[in-house]
């Protein structure tokens, strides 16, 4: 004799086959019941934001100096002009190391040798260094040409050296700028930045409040404007032998900034 567990698993056999094969007498099944769906998670609304711009400048008395000098010869020989050259560079060089330059400071900028030619119309003095030219100039010589940029750092000392620099190759001395510099640029572009923050923040708490808000967080912050501090450039005439000159003005460095706030 069967069990009853096996009579009621053959009919619930039976019947969920005549389901499957859609004949009558058929019971109905009932479909498994799905999770009922989640409501949407909200979305949060964008916080609302402030941007300002930050503008901050720093000053600083300059305790260098930059001379840019060199010499200029002009021969009827390329040899001739070259061996001046050299000699009176070597007088220039001897004189800045004597006068208190370092070695470290004395940097070679240009060295140049060209042809030299001159208009037949034109006055005696009145030529200048070229490629090839037409049969209406005349060939004048070689002028040999050589660049220094020396660095002073006692600034006090800026006078002497500019005269020492200028009266030791005589004629050939060329004397082409004199600049007034920091020697730390970093420390003065630190500060521009520290005082263009403090700028962007002190305007984005003004118009928090304007709006009737708190500050937030800050969200985003850039940098614009940039290079280094510009020197102080100094007419060569402002230099003479009877006094050393007190460097002029102040060298000055700026930094803007875009600052975007979080508004509570």
């Excluded at 030299?116 to 060939?139: K, L």
């Excluded at 620099?165 to 520290?194: K, W």
Aim: net charge neutral; no cysteine; charged share 20%.
């Amino acid at each position: 004799m069967r069990s009853v567990r096996s009579v009621l698993s053959v009919r619930s056999v039976s019947a969920l086959a005549l389901a499957a094969l859609g004949l009558p007498g058929a019971p109905a099944v009932a479909a498994p019941a799905t999770p009922a769906a989640r409501p949407a998670a909200a979305v949060a609304p964008a916080p609302a934001t402030v941007s300002v711009t930050g503008a901050g400048s720093a000053s600083a008395a300059p305790d260098m100096a930059v001379l840019t000098a060199g010499i200029e010869v002009t021969r009827p020989t390329a040899d001739k002009a070259l061996t001046e050259q050299n000699a009176a560079a070597e007088a220039l060089l001897a004189a800045a190391r004597a006068a208190g330059v370092d070695e470290r400071d004395i940097r070679t900028e240009n060295l140049s040798l060209s042809a030299v030619y001159r208009n037949r119309d034109g006055e005696p003095d009145q030529y200048e260094a070229a490629g090839p030219r037409g049969e209406g100039e005349i060939f004048i010589g070689h002028r040999a040409t050589q660049m220094f940029s020396l660095i002073i750092r006692d600034i006090e000392k800026t006078g002497a050296v500019v005269r020492a620099v200028a009266d030791a190759p005589g004629d050939a001395s060329r004397i082409h700028s004199v600049a007034f510099d920091v020697q730390n640029p970093e420390a003065l572009r630190t500060r521009a930045r520290t005082s263009a923050y403090d700028d962007a923040r002190s305007k984005a708490v003004q118009y928090a409040r304007l709006s009737g808000r708190g500050l937030g967080r800050l969200l985003s912050l850039e940098e614009s404007g940039g290079g280094r501090p510009r020197p102080v450039p100094v007419p060569v005439s402002s230099f003479s032998k009877e006094s050393v000159p007190v460097a002029p003005g102040r060298i000055q460095d700026e930094v803007t900034v875009t600052a975007v706030y979080e508004l509570r």
